[in-house]
């Protein structure tokens, strides 16, 4: 949708050009494709979709591999509901547990059990090798260090001002 209404005052959008288009589509194409693939290999591998493996990588790198369940969300970007449910089901594969915050009776603790630490220590390399096929082995050094830094650019310019709508605040 290039045009306005006729009669329209509204500024008028600032349009992507057809090459800006292209790499639009090609970015939503491939990270969609991406997403999927890392998700039917965990799926496979480790019974567990692509989110649940990246919560217990959370956890595993935490101190203690514990954490807040808000920060938790917050590191996920996902809201506390979902989070919530995701939990749950670890907790009912032996993998989380929750634990009360000492520090703050309101809060809780995601909790990384021993079972929990075995199944991603055994599910890792399979993971690593499907992200290293998908991604890695199809760029060059320079287009992977490129991509990176792509990344990270448009990671800095996306995080959310203190107050915003924020999915884990929900």
């Known amino acids: 949708m290039k045009n306005r209404p006729e009669g329209s005052t509204e500024a008028a959008p600032h349009w992507l050009t057809d ?25 496979r591998d480790a019974g567990m979709p692509h989110i649940y493996y990246g919560l217990l990588v959370q956890l595993s790198d935490a101190p203690r591999r514990r ?3 808000t920060e938790l969300a917050q590191h996920a970007k996902i809201t506390r ?17 929750r634990e009360d915050c000492p520090s703050d009776k309101r809060g809780q603790l995601a909790v990384l059990t021993d079972e929990g630490f075995e199944m991603l220590r055994a599910s890792a390399p399979g993971h ?40 884990w605040l929900r």
């Open 81 to 97: 509901s979902r989070l919530s449910h995701a939990i749950a089901r670890l907790e009912k594969n032996g993998w989380v547990r």
């Open 128 to 167: 690593v090798e499907a992200v290293r096929m998908a991604l890695f082995d199809r760029l060059t050094p320079e287009q992977a260090a490129q991509f990176g830094e792509m990344c990270r650019v448009i990671a800095a310019g996306l995080q959310p001002a203190t107050g915003a709508d924020l999915p």
């Open 19 to 43: 090459e800006e288009q292209a790499t639009w589509r090609a970015y939503r194409h491939a990270s969609t494709l991406l997403e999927d693939f890392l998700d039917r290999q965990l799926q």
């Open 67 to 69: 954490m807040r369940m």
